[in-house]
């Protein structure tokens, strides 16, 4: 994989693993932020506020990775610990697994229970599609009129998503571009005068 490329998944994903009589549902989703996950998180709690644990665990922010993994009341590194693996090991990025689990009245002890997260994470994910995605810089430029040909010749080369774009007295554009791209359009962008780049 490239510097600036991750791996996710397209679409939700669900898994079952039973064991003992107990059950654990598991989902995986496409996350991007900490409110996606919250809301979500919130939404099963909700769904299954009659299981005995709802746990997670994310992986997001591609280009300084943020993660977290939290048992919910099972013993302390039985759930989250396990659940945030399967992420590590095949390298995924802003995707959330949750697991409900319900109990059949029969203890698992820790060994069955890091194994029955796991698994049930792993199924969920191998219902979902991973797709390797960029890892993309964006700017919000603003420049006189005067100055439109120049910024439209470096976008005809370099080839960025233009995201937003105003033609005015004073012009606006939001580009998009891969992170090993970044530097140089700056430095195209930079050399056209009177030039305001935020990112």
């Not at 922010?61 to 693996?85: C, H, Q, W, Y």
């Not at 997260?117 to 964006?138: F, N, Q």
């Amino acid at each position: 994989m490239a510097e600036d490329t991750y791996k996710t998944i397209k679409s939700p994903g669900e898994g079952l693993y039973k064991e003992k009589g107990s059950r654990f549902i598991a989902y995986a989703y496409p996350v991007a932020t900490t409110d996606e996950i919250k809301t979500l998180v919130d939404a099963k709690k909700k769904e299954y506020h009659d299981a005995r644990h709802v746990c997670y665990a994310y992986r997001i922010n591609p280009a300084k990775i943020e993660f977290r993994g939290v048992d919910d009341g099972e013993p302390s590194g039985t759930a989250g610990r396990p659940m945030l693996g399967c992420l590590q090991s095949q390298e995924l990025v802003n995707v959330l697994l949750i697991v409900v689990r319900y109990f059949g009245g029969i203890k698992l002890g820790t060994s069955g229970l890091i194994n029955a997260y796991k698994v049930a994470s792993e199924d969920a994910l191998l219902h979902c599609e991973v797709e390797e995605r960029t890892i993309d810089a964006i700017f919000n430029i603003q420049f006189d009129y005067l100055y439109l040909n120049d910024v439209m010749r470096i976008t005809k080369d370099m080839k960025p998503i233009v995201l937003n774009q105003e033609f005015d007295l004073d012009c606006k554009m939001t580009l998009q571009i891969r992170m090993q791209q970044a530097d140089a359009l700056r430095e195209r962008l930079e050399k056209v005068q009177t030039m305001k780049i935020e990112d």
